[in-house]
């Protein structure tokens, strides 16, 4: 019996191959065809890794994608594919819940190895919307209208905030608009952070401190930070009296 191949018999062939074959990929693979592989129940890792290897994956935006988030790729294919992916295609990639936590973990880390080469659109974007680490690693950025995005993501945590405001090269806008920010500035380990660092205006730190006792402080502070703010608790006692 004869068989004539057509590109359309092809697809259809290839198709019918990944449901009833998944671990063995069909000649003339086509795009639709390995996507659907890759939803096929019964994929196995060394057939994903297959795919990763076939040409038509390298041409493929979906099929890359697919493999990257599959929880079944060998992680010494997934990890190298997020290298080539788009940018914001790794952010949602790191905000999906089903991917596992070292694959978003590698995917962050590639978001946040290409910051500093990103247009100002882009960080901007980021900064509102990628994941907390990614937003707390936009906040080393001198720039407000980045930094203040950032600070409004719903995915960044105050143990981040912290951590972005202890790094020694942290930039002192950085300082100024978590000391005014009206959530981050009443929690209670950012503004020991805050009064820490000279890069906070004076007048807040002063404020921050009137939360602290002078045991606390002086336990906390170097003794020239401690007297820049121990007229700011004077002031504070004389008003109570």
Not at 107 to 128: F, H, Y
Not at 184 to 213: C, H, Y
Request: glycine share 2%; charged share 25%; no cysteine.
């Amino acid at each position: 019996m004869n068989i004539e191949f057509s590109s359309i018999d092809n697809s259809d062939q290839g198709e019918r191959d990944t449901q009833s074959a998944p671990n063995r990929l069909p000649p003339g693979l086509t795009e639709d065809a390995a996507l659907a592989l890759i939803k096929n129940a019964d994929v196995t890792p060394e057939a994903l890794a297959q795919l990763a290897k076939n040409p038509i994956a390298s041409k493929s935006r979906k099929i890359v994608i697919a493999l990257a988030s599959h929880s079944r790729t060998p992680r010494h294919i997934s990890i190298p594919l997020l290298r080539g992916m788009f940018t914001f295609d790794l952010m949602n990639l790191a905000l999906t819940p089903a991917i596992a936590p070292d694959v978003k973990r590698a995917a962050e880390e590639q978001l946040i190895m290409r910051l500093e080469s990103l247009p100002v659109g882009q960080k901007i974007t980021l900064a509102r919307q990628a994941s907390g680490r990614v937003a707390a690693a936009l906040l080393q950025t001198s720039d407000q209208r980045i930094i203040s995005p950032a600070l409004d993501n719903k995915q960044l945590t105050e143990a981040l905030v912290v951590q972005a405001l202890m790094k020694p090269r942290s930039p002192e806008r950085l300082f100024v608009l978590v000391s005014d920010h009206p959530s981050w500035q009443l929690r209670r380990e950012i503004q020991i952070a805050l009064l820490r660092s000279g890069k906070t205006p004076l007048e807040r730190a002063r404020v921050f401190a009137n939360n602290f006792s002078k045991d606390f402080l002086s336990d906390i502070l170097p003794d020239d930070r401690m007297s820049l703010l121990i007229s700011g608790l004077k002031e504070a006692e004389t008003d109570l009296n």
